[in-house]
């Protein structure tokens, strides 16, 4: 940890309002699936458009756009700029999606405002660093490759509103072609994207992989950027899904096989339960990217649109949350181990990070996420299914919430009694 800048860590209560918020929206993704018997039920589905949506902004956002707020200033020298923003950024971000939610389930004329909400709330957080992050200096393809996934989240927002006003009636676009290009900037450039700029870094630090080279560094920029941008033009010109579907499946794959082989290769192993969440998430996405394949493939025995609700079910409800979820209990404990050693008298000895956060509880919400991860899949047979599913889902995200509380709790407790951990 000694590349990193701790003086400039942010108030601690800035990136947990975001990071807290993210398995709550867990939670309300398990409660859906279990209670609502058409969450599944297609691509199209008012139901499924949802649920997509309660998981890649409410989960998958906030643990991404709170990470970015811990990690721009301590590991990549970037000012956080417009920080006064971030407050009411997170709520319009948060209050679109009970709005996309609820337009979703009959309350139509929302759906435009749910669509424009997170669209401003993201731009308070997607402009302010972007001149930082490309200028020259240390770290330079680090922060680029996370200007470029903030800039593909911007594209992200923009296809996703052009989407809703298509909904709504106005325009004449195929809708079909803006919402892949929509998933493409999203999957591709923004998670993937981010998870690989950012990964750079906490791979290797937090599990104790080989460093990340800068030629490897190089060849996954090019890859995040050009893939997304060409395979969403092309969708918008006309070029068939298949494109989308193919392009989304390699650069999983790509992603997927560069975090096993530096697990693979790892001299130092360390906070194991953080690695299986990471193999358990790679893995899930090298069989959600088979999944898509086989959308591509005209068989009698394969059905393409079971298989694409496969791949969107194992990717967004399984492989990214494993990762960031993983990721979500570290940064978390670290955020608070920072947090102490900036409120403490220099010389006083703080706890560390594993005992703010023990490897036992980490373990337990592991176990419950993988439990889940297997019947998810299962939950596309029909609501019984779905429904035991979903329990499980919310429960597992509740205990992720669990683990976190009594982090902080911990933390405060060393405050006011420093003696008791001595």
Known sequence: MSGLAFTRA?????????????????????????????????RWSPSTIALVHVFTLGLLGN??????????????????????????????????????????????????????????ALGLVVVPPLLDLFRRGAQRL??????????????????GVLAAALLRGYGTLPLDR????????????????????????????????PQVSARMQQAWMAVAIVLPLAAALARLCGAPAGVVALALAVQACAFAGAVLWLQWRAPHRRNPSLVRFWTAGCVALVLAALAACATLVEAP???????????????????????????????????????????????????????????????????????????????????????????????????TLACLLRCLRRARHFLHHPEAYR
């Open 10 to 42: 942010p108030p601690a209560t800035r990136p947990l309002r975001f990071l807290l918020t993210a398995p709550a929206w867990g939670m309300v993704a398990g409660v859906m699936l279990a209670m609502d018997p058409h969450a599944l039920a297609g």
């Open 301 to 399: 025995w394969i059905d393409t649109g079971t298989a694409g609700m496969l791949a969107g079910t194992i990717a967004l409800g399984i492989g990214v949350p494993l990762l960031l979820t993983g990721m979500l209990l570290e940064i978390v404990a670290f955020i608070s181990w920072v947090d102490l050693r900036g409120r403490c008298p220099r010389g006083m000895r703080i706890p560390a990070v594993g005992r703010l956060l023990p490897e036992e509880d980490k373990r337990r919400a592991l176990v419950l996420h993988l439990v889940a991860a297997l019947l998810l899949p299962a939950a596309l047979l029909g609501p019984r299914a779905a429904f035991a599913a979903g329990l499980v889902l919310a429960t597992a995200h509740a205990a």
């Open 142 to 159: 680090l922060r680029a490759g996370i200007g470029a996934a903030l800039l593909a989240l911007a594209a992200t927002a923009l296809l």
């Open 178 to 209: 803006v919402v892949d290009a929509h998933a493409m900037f999203g999957g591709g450039g923004w998670v993937l994207g981010l998870l690989a700029a950012v990964g750079s870094v906490t791979v290797p630090m937090f599990q104790g992989t």
């Open 63 to 120: 643990a991404m756009l709170g990470s970015l707020q811990q990690f721009l200033p301590v590991a990549a020298a970037t000012p956080l700029r417009g920080a006064r923003w971030l407050p009411l950024a997170h709520a319009a971000l948060n209050l679109s999606l009970v709005l996309f939610v609820l337009a979703f389930h009959g309350m139509h004329a929302l759906l435009l405002s749910a669509a424009l909400l997170p669209a401003t």
